[in-house]
Every structure is written in structure tokens, then in C-alpha cells.
């Protein structure tokens, strides 16, 4: 996710991109290839899955894999031109102006802290990489399927699933039911990359703080037995090094179930922030749901920074491509993020525990129970 670097890339990337025929009309040259698209306006080329993490994600260039996306409308909205049903859809859930559940949220605030968090940090960051299609992707997979459970196990109303994929990773849904089948989701992917599919890739800030952030507010809410009128969604995506591409098959499957989703909220990398501010991000999102997240954030934690982070930077644009409302924070302005992210240099001692993470986790507890009243 870094913006700033796109045209300097971009220009890096141009003999792969003239060196393929234009999506409209060709023939891929061989079964091993995928279909990727830098922005609405592009065509599309096609690219190896070593390109796809070495010539565009290594050099933070934004990229969305849309060689398995099939749907008119999704691909409407990916090449900039949303559906009616979807932008009906969209209008017809009203956010809040006001901010009125802060006496439930704050006891649950109350009971975060980030033991928990340094410690499962420790654990993903461990993994040689979590790049999607490694062996080690797979372990770190299971692994943090293990420990979902494990937290989830204090409320067992709670449920929590493996969602396949055409990889080896799996994305994962922690669910806690509601007494309405209405959604609120929160996401985060887990996926890393060094640089290449073969590089270390410790991924700490990128994204696993995001996970870390999830989790923790997962605790908080199932050691309280919150008990929600929304059902509420934790999503742990695989893939979005590779072009979200665990989120691009979570979304399109709701979007065929037809479920209604009244918000997600994506968070992708929240432990880097000299600003000391929550960023909340304002392309490829919901207009309606990002100003409910800005206002959470004020009455929360204070003052928001906001940026934008172009075609494909993270989940969110997965939901948002599907028809849902969907925003997105991180934990810094593009300009000022961290300055590691796609690296082997992405490690446990950058990410800033005590004030970054606990920042968002806060935020995180606030929006699901203040989104529970939708």
C-alpha cells in the first residue's frame, strides 16, 4: 500500500506491460498466467505470480488479480463504473450522525491491552514469510486458525470457519451471532511478502498488526459474552499480496448469497504512526460509512488524519467492488507510513505496541459496538 511510489514503479513495469497484449481480445500465452489490473482505466496484462510479487507488489505498485472475477457489475465497478443496484443499495443504509453507545463501549475498552498482541506478533512474524501460495503461508494459516479458536472458545455461540480458495491458503470468518442476520464486519489480511514469493517476508506492521488488532478485539468481546443485535464477522483474508484475492472470493460469495452487510471496516497495517493519529482512508470506499468512521474515531480516540491509497490497496476495495459499504483505516497518512512494509525489514521492532495497536484496538471495540445499533 504505498501510493507515492506508484509512477516511479509504474515506469519500472512498462516492457512487462508492452510486452502483452491488451486484455480485450488476447490470448494468454499460458495457463500459468493471471490477469491484473493498476487502475480502472487499465485494460489489464498478464503476469506471472513471481511478476505479481516482484515486478508490481515489490515496488508498491497497487494491483487488483481480476482473472477469476466473472461478475458484469463487479467489473463494472473495478473499471470505474459502478451498477445501479449496487449504488441503490449503498444509499439505503443511513448512518448515525450522533455517537450514543460510549458508556458500553468504554467498559469494554476497558478490558484491551496488548499481552496478548505482542505475543501473537511474535508468532506470525516468526514465519519465514506468509506469502499465500508457500508452505509456510499454509502453517502460519493454521496456525492462526488454532489460535481464533482458541480465543473464541470463552463464548461458544461463537463460530469459527476456513473459507477455501483455488490456493493453499485459507481466509477465516469468526462469527458471533446476532439476534438479526444483518452484518457488521471488521478485516484484516494475514498474507506477507518480502519482495519476492522465495524472500523473508516478517509482514509485522503489514499487516500483522491489523490481525493482532482483530484479535485482541475478538478477546474483549468474547471473555465479556457481548451479545449483539447485528451479527458481527471477523474476517482474516489470505492472498492480498497477490491482488486480494481472499477477499475478492469472501465478497463475491456474499454478494451471490445476497446478505446484507450494513458496514466493513478494513484495517491494513495499524502498528507504524508518527502522526499518532488513526488514518482513515477516503477512495474505493463508502462516502456515508467513511464520515460514521470518522466520527467514531473523534468521539474515541481524537482527531483522524485521511489520505488516499489508489486503485487496489487493500480489502476494502474487494467489498466496496461487490456492492457493499466498505471503509478503511490505517495507521498513517501514505506519505508517512512505514517506510519497511514489502521488505524483509517489516520486523516485530517496528511496530509501536503501547500506543499505535492499542489505538486501534480501541477503535476497533468502538465501532463494532457503536455499529451494532445500525
Not at 473495478?78 to 455517537?99: E, F, K
Not at 487496489?312 to 495507521?331: K, L, Q, R, T, W
Request: aromatic fraction near 10%.
Amino acid at each position: 500500500m504505498r501510493l507515492t511510489q506508484y509512477l516511479a514503479g509504474l515506469a519500472g513495469t512498462l516492457s512487462v506491460a508492452t510486452a502483452i497484449p491488451a486484455a480485450d481480445g488476447q490470448v494468454k500465452s499460458s495457463p500459468d498466467l493471471r490477469l491484473i489490473k493498476t487502475s480502472a482505466a487499465d485494460a489489464g496484462v498478464w503476469v506471472t505470480e513471481e511478476d505479481k510479487i516482484s515486478k508490481y507488489r515489490a515496488k508498491n505498485i497497487n494491483f487488483i488479480d481480476v482473472t477469476d472475477i466473472k461478475d458484469p457489475d463487479t467489473l463494472r465497478r473495478l473499471s470505474g463504473n459502478g451498477a445501479a443496484a449496487d449504488d441503490a443499495r449503498l444509499a439505503a443504509v443511513v448512518y448515525p450522525t450522533t455517537i450514543t453507545h460510549q458508556t458500553q463501549a468504554n467498559a469494554l475498552i476497558a478490558n484491551a491491552n496488548t499481552t496478548g498482541p505482542k505475543s501473537w506478533l511474535r508468532t506470525l512474524s516468526d514465519f519465514y514469510n506468509r506469502y499465500y501460495r508457500s508452505t509456510y503461508g499454509t502453517q502460519s494459516s493454521t496456525w492462526l486458525f488454532n489460535q481464533i479458536k482458541s480465543i473464541a472458545s470463552a463464548n461458544p455461540a461463537i463460530t469459527v470457519s476456513q473459507f477455501t480458495h483455488s490456493y493453499a491458503q485459507p481466509s477465516l470468518i469468526a462469527r458471533i451471532p446476532g439476534t438479526s442476520p444483518n452484518l457488521v464486519v471488521v478485516g484484516a489480511h494475514f498474507d506477507s511478502t518480502g519482495g519476492s514469493s522465495t524472500a523473508r517476508g516478517p509482514g509485522a506492521d503489514d499487516n500483522g498488526s491489523g490481525i493482532v488488532v482483530l484479535l485482541e478485539a475478538l478477546r474483549v468481546l468474547a471473555s465479556n459474552r457481548f451479545a449483539p443485535k447485528n451479527t458481527m464477522e471477523f474476517h482474516f483474508y489470505s492472498g492480498e499480496e497477490g491482488g486480494l484475492l481472499g477477499s475478492a472470493d469472501v465478497w463475491r460469495s456474499y454478494r451471490s448469497a445476497a446478505k446484507n452487510v450494513l458496514a466493513f471496516v478494513n484495517t491494513d497495517m495499524a502498528g507504524y504512526s508518527p502522526s499518532g493519529k488513526i488514518s482513515v482512508y477516503n477512495d474505493y470506499a463508502d462516502t456515508g460509512l467513511t464520515a460514521y468512521v470518522r466520527r467514531i474515531v473523534a468521539a474515541y480516540i481524537g482527531s483522524s488524519t485521511q489520505d488516499t491509497c489508489g486503485y487496489g490497496c487493500s480489502d476494502h476495495a474487494s467489498a466496496y467492488s461487490n456492492g457493499f459499504p466498505a471503509a478503511y483505516v490505517c495507521d498513517e497518512p501514505d506519505a508517512t507510513s512505514s517506510p519497511y512494509i514489502h521488505s524483509p525489514s517489516d520486523t516485530y521492532d517496528t511496530v509501536q505496541f503501547d500506543t499505535t495497536v492499542i489505538r486501534h484496538i480501541r477503535f476497533t471495540i468502538a465501532f463494532l459496538v457503536e455499529a451494532n445499533y445500525l
